[in-house]
């Protein structure tokens, strides 16, 4: 059997992973999968993917000041950091990343914000040098490409003008300030992603913007509507004209705004599933919107029997997996025997689920 070292995304650790005959390549599986175009089996984001961090497109920080957060990179005994709009972070090991430096407001009022911010330029960023590295000696062309772009419209404003109260008192007493500033941000990620696709094939972008606690959203449908939506759906809609993929992260337990996501017309979800009925997601919605999620009943840190490890599979593929709404997230199995069973388990039940759905016999 042939093996594999892959880098557990977002992290500093890897993992020894068994590589399957494949009858296709594993990116030509996931493009099939993400376009709902008969896939022959379900991919997996840890061996069948490749993931660059939104800090990872570039190497070098400008002014001191970094694009985004560098967990794989973190350098040691540094806390705070700045980032590329001066929003400052700071480590929150409880948190496993960084949080909003108490005190940080690089906006006093958003109805500043034309006047206040100094927006970043690409061209100061050395975006080429880096991915020419990364095409000469980590590019590997039978895998799908995945970019992290980082933080969306909600949570960039939220990083200026000092957290989630404050935002959300600027959503409800100043709305215009808060959809011009966000239409402003979007023509930012627009710049950034021709960027991106001009120097790597991608074939996903991953794009994040928290919407809620864990209880519910932050805002409501018409904040949505009035505020979030149309720029959201500018940025989905530019990234679909390169013919990339969309997946959309965002914590908390955004249930009623899963409406707004078809309507994006985001390929995937990446919700919490501690906040999310995702399978009555699912089951309500079909195959209006796919799912990127662990194997259902497989909870972190539970030591499950090979015999459970097969049954979490089958009802896994069984929910998501129908006409190829279904991409596994695998990073958190740090155990190697159970890693490796649950990859050879979702690799052959997906390919049977997959010949059987499609008539091949």
């Excluded at 049954?311 to 190697?336: E, H, I």
């Amino acid at each position: 059997m042939r093996l594999d070292n892959v880098k557990i995304p977002y992290s500093s650790g890897e993992a020894v992973i068994p590589v399957f005959d494949y009858p296709i390549t594993p990116r030509e599986n996931f493009i099939r999968a993400m376009k709902r175009d008969k896939p022959l089996w379900a991919p997996n984001t840890l061996n069948e993917m490749q993931s660059i961090g939104a800090q990872d497109v570039v190497t070098e920080r400008v002014r001191g000041r970094l694009i985004h957060t560098d967990f794989r990179n973190k350098v040691e005994g540094e806390e705070t950091f700045i980032d590329w709009f001066g929003s400052s972070w700071t480590w929150e090991r409880t948190a496993g990343g960084p949080m909003l430096t108490p005190g940080t407001k690089v906006l006093e009022d958003i109805a500043d914000w034309d006047r206040d911010i100094v927006w970043p330029s690409l061209s100061e960023w050395d975006f080429e040098d880096t991915a020419a590295r990364f095409m000469k000696d980590e590019y590997k062309p039978e895998k799908a490409l995945n970019i992290d772009l980082g933080r969306g419209v909600t949570e960039r404003m939220i990083s200026l003008v000092g957290g989630y109260t404050e935002g959300m008192l600027s959503f409800a007493t100043e709305p215009e300030a808060v959809k011009a500033f966000n239409d402003r941000f979007a023509e930012h990620v627009i710049g950034l992603v021709d960027k991106l696709c001009a120097l790597y094939p991608v074939n996903v972008f991953t794009y994040h913007d928290d919407w809620g606690t864990e209880r519910d959203t932050f805002f409501s449908e018409k904040m949505m509507e009035d505020l979030v939506f149309e720029p959201t759906k500018r940025i989905i809609d530019h990234i679909h004209s390169k013919d990339v993929s969309f997946i959309l992260h965002t914590c908390g337990n955004i249930t009623r705004f899963v409406p707004y996501t078809i309507a994006f017309h985001a390929d995937m979800l990446q919700i919490q599933r501690r906040a999310v009925d995702i399978p009555a997601v699912k089951r309500k919605y079909g195959n209006a919107i796919g799912i990127n999620s662990g194997l259902e009943g497989l909870e972190f840190g539970m030591e499950a029997s090979d015999e459970q490890i097969r049954d979490f599979v089958k009802s896994t593929v069984d929910l998501y997996a129908p006409t190829g709404g279904y991409l596994a997230s695998m990073m958190f199995m740090g155990d190697q025997e159970r890693l490796w069973h649950s990859l050879s388990e979702l690799y052959a039940y997906s390919r049977e689920f997959y010949d059987n759905e499609q008539g091949r016999s």
